[in-house]
T-cell receptor, first 112, second 111 residues
Framework: GNSVTQMEGPVTLSEEAFLTINCTYT??????LFWYVQYPGEGLQLLLK?????DKGSNKGFEATYRKETTSFHLEKGSVQVSDSAVYFC???????????FGTGTRLLVSP | DVKVTQSSRYLVKRTGEKVFLECVQD?????MFWYRQDPGLGLRLIYF???????EKGDIPEGYSVSREKKERFSLILESASTNQTSMYLC??????????FGQGTRLTVV
């Protein structure tokens, strides 16, 4: 079946540090891949997405590249801010299916 | 702005009560979803619906049912609430581009 594996958190960084949150997936077809972010007390918001191999999704300084050969979609940001503190979820939606499959989430804590 | 609205942010119910969680979207989306979010488990799909009066079981449907009488509204029903259903419940809807929009969540406590 389809699944998403994320690195366990929390990830604790100082402001302006480089961020990587690892995500790998297992899928039977050709999935679309997503990163969602959940700020404290809120629901999930789409951060970025990629729909095919080698696509790069980007938004708000975050980037992730769809790597079919390594079945990965790692989230990166060059310089994090305190306001980036949140929980980040990697997710996939397989071809022909409507539902999203989520990873367990990674909490990011950024200190000043 | 697109909007998915869940009727309550916080809810406390007693064991054995019948509980209704309501979700409304204003985007004319066909697909709607109910997830529960628990620490260390991420989001798990309970039920989803791809059209009015249509429903499909997700990964953890036991103890839950759903109702979709109108396109914009998707209700999650706990027939007889139990303490292991204490959780954060998230509703989502999606369009044909597969992008999902989430509500703010309902934190349900069953005592």
């Amino acid at each position: 079946g389809n699944s998403v594996t994320q690195m366990e958190g929390p990830v604790t960084l100082s402001e302006e540090a480089f961020l990587t949150i690892n995500c790998t997936y297992t899928a039977t077809g050709y999935p679309s891949l997503f990163w969602y972010v959940q700020y404290p007390g809120e629901g999930l918001q789409l951060l970025l997405k990629a729909t095919k191999a080698d696509d790069k999704g980007s938004n708000k300084g975050f980037e992730a590249t769809y790597r079919k050969e390594t079945t990965s979609f790692h989230l990166e940001k060059g310089s994090v801010q305190v306001s980036d503190s949140a929980v980040y979820f990697c997710a996939l939606k397989d071809t022909g299916f409507q539902k999203l499959v989520f990873g367990t989430g990674t909490r990011l804590l950024v200190s000043p | 702005d697109v909007k998915v609205t869940q009727s309550s942010r916080y809810l406390v119910k007693r064991t054995g009560e019948k509980v209704f969680l309501e979700c409304v979207q204003d985007m004319d989306h066909e697909n709607m979803f109910w997830y529960r979010q628990d620490p260390g488990l991420g989001l798990r799909l309970i039920y989803f619906s791809y059209d009015v009066k249509m429903k499909e079981k997700g990964d953890i449907p036991e103890g839950y049912s759903v109702s979709r009488e109108k396109k914009e509204r998707f209700s999650l029903i706990l027939e007889s609430a139990s303490t292991n259903q204490t959780s954060m419940y998230l509703c989502a809807s999606s369009d044909t581009t597969r992008k999902a929009f989430f509500g703010q969540g309902t934190r349900l406590t069953v005592v």
